[in-house]
């Protein structure tokens, strides 16, 4: 994981669901983004720390759904990634 130029992606497991996360290679750590809960982002100075913030803003984003009322997305498939040269 030390090339800064690629979008790393990892999957993390919440109950009997599996969320793809996006690792965003930055200055200081990763920046993380969960595609199918969009506003779901959070940061890690590590890999291993920005996965395990993955999966505590995943709970909690999740946990928002449910307190309004609102579906729980789920991601049928994990996300296929590919790095495009402009």
Known sequence: MASTDVTDTAT???GARR???LLIPQEGG???EVPVLPGCLTQGA???QALERAQEAILAHIAGLEAD???VPVEEAPLTTALVEV
């Open 46 to 48: 590590t890999v291993e």
């Open 69 to 71: 009322g609102e579906p």
């Open 19 to 21: 969320y793809t996360v």
């Open 30 to 32: 990763y920046a993380v």
């Open 12 to 14: 993390v497991k919440h």
